[in-house]
């Protein structure tokens, strides 16, 4: 299995413009999750899904942050519109089960101008 | 609400040191408490899971501890290596998912 696939890896916008993250969690695994990491705050789980359902959204910081798992295979964390204060990397992750170890992509770094 | 502190922040050894990394949450009610290590600009990698319910785990050179009724957390590595060079984060679980991670260690062995 190629792991946790996510997309871009580098994104550099303008305050204003909307911003999609792409994730690809492993086959079979029926929890996905997406993380925001700085510096500041460290790792905060934003929003998790399970069955392609979300669960917990409670981490999500404002109403500019959207997040969908339209399939079992492809989730989209959007900021719409995007601020400096966002920028960060974005980490997706997804476990089988929900005691067990999540799996986390390369991550997206981004950058807001 | 959870919160997870790791010492040190950073740590230096020369190769073949024996080294402890610390970890201290302030809940005990946890699920599990996990140890994941990152390189720079890289994910995170699952480096060992410990249930509420177990006192260690072991993967190779490193070695895992969890006194859940004092919130507290050791890695041990053993001979350290410069590719063990990284960042070592703890994280615990509350029930479900929600894992709370520490600002992690950034581990440097030296050659």
């Known amino acids: 299995d190629a792991g946790v696939i996510q997309s871009p890896r580098h994104e550099v916008t303008e305050m204003g413009q909307e911003v999609t993250l792409r994730c690809k969690p492993i086959s079979g695994h029926d929890y996905l999750f997406w993380y925001r990491q700085t510096m500041m705050r460290g790792l905060e789980l934003l929003i998790y899904f399970n069955n392609n359902v979300p669960i917990d959204d409670s981490g999500m910081p404002e109403d500019r942050f959207s997040a969908k798992m339209p399939n079992a295979s492809f989730s989209t964390l959007k900021i719409q519109p995007s601020e400096p204060r966002d920028s960060a990397v974005y980490f997706c992750a997804s476990s089988l089960i929900p005691s067990e170890t999540q799996y986390f992509g390369p991550g997206t770094r981004l950058l807001v101008l | 609400k959870q919160e997870v502190t790791q010492i040190p922040a950073a740590l230096s050894v020369p190769e073949g040191e024996n080294l402890v990394l610390n970890c201290s949450f302030t809940?005990?009610?946890?699920?599990?408490l996990q140890w994941f290590r990152q390189d720079p600009g890289k994910g995170l990698t699952s480096l060992l899971l410990i249930q509420s319910s177990q006192r260690e785990q072991t993967s190779g050179r490193l070695n895992a501890s969890l006194d859940k009724s004092s919130g507290r957390s050791t890695l041990y590595i053993a001979a350290s290596q410069p590719g063990d060079s990284a960042t070592y984060l703890c994280a615990v679980s509350r029930g479900g998912n929600k894992l709370v991670f520490g600002a992690g260690t950034i581990l440097r062995v030296k050659s």
């Open positions: 809940d005990s009610a946890i699920y599990n």
